[in-house]
């Protein structure tokens, strides 16, 4: 069975600093896709970052970079410079269901960026 | 463009009682799912849809009930509510594998 974990629930950082976000999963598929969502208080989830595993190059948005490690199942979130509207819970998640396109998620990590 | 879009927001039932979530993309995406959120739980998935027609159970889809007759719509029907489906519910969609989703704004629901 495909699992998502995200073991740090609250996580905390001073505005402008870099924080990294941890996520490991399990799968014995060899071609799928990484997500993290943004989920700030207003509720709405926000796509921040997408990984395909099969390409070694790491994704890069703006400010929001990830680690990934295929060999450890390992995606981690890099925020650097953070800004006070980051402040949000983050969620990884993995594709799993080929055809069907669905995704599992982690159980959060909830990020603080403090003035 | 609209995205998706999910009502009501918020609504409270009583036990027993039945309510449909409504769910729509202007899109044109093929596939549609419903997941609920509870706290520190992150989100399970209780339905999706990989077109029109089709229709098929996720993780959780005991107590819920759900159609796809056409590409835009993908409601949520929930038969004589119990407390363990008070939850935020969202509606999301995604036109591949590589997109990720695009979420509706959710729909938090209290059973009492």
């Known amino acids: 069975a495909q699992t998502v974990t995200q073991s740090q629930p609250e996580m905390s950082v001073q505005e402008a600093e870099t924080v990294t976000l941890s996520c490991t999963y399990d799968t014995s598929e060899n071609n799928y896709y990484l997500f993290w969502y943004k989920q700030p208080p207003s509720r709405q989830m926000i796509l921040v970052i997408r990984?395909?595993?099969?390409?070694?190059q790491n994704a890069t948005e703006n400010r929001f970079s990830v680690n990934f490690q295929k060999a450890a199942k390992s995606f981690s979130l890099k925020i650097s410079d953070s800004q006070l509207g980051d402040t949000a819970m983050y969620f990884c998640a993995f594709e799993y269901g080929g055809a069907t396109n669905k995704l599992i998620f982690g159980t959060g990590t909830l990020l603080a960026v403090q003035p | 463009n609209a995205g998706v879009t999910q009502t009501p927001k918020f609504r409270i039932l009583k036990i027993g009682q039945s309510m449909t979530l409504q769910c729509a993309q202007d899109m044109n995406h093929n596939y549609m799912y419903w997941y609920r959120q509870d706290p520190g739980m992150g989100l399970k998935l209780i339905y999706y849809?990989?077109?029109?027609?089709?229709?098929d159970k996720g993780e959780v889809p005991n107590g819920y009930n759900v159609s796809r007759s056409t590409t835009e719509d993908f409601p949520l029907r929930l038969e004589l509510a119990a407390p363990s489906q008070t939850s935020v519910y969202f509606c999301?969609?995604?036109?591949?594998?590589?997109?990720?989703?695009?979420f509706g704004s959710g729909t938090r629901l209290t059973v009492v």
């Open positions: 999301a969609s995604s036109p591949d594998r590589e997109q990720g989703y695009t």
């Open positions: 849809s990989v077109g029109a027609g089709i229709t």
């Open positions: 990984q395909e595993a099969y390409k070694q």
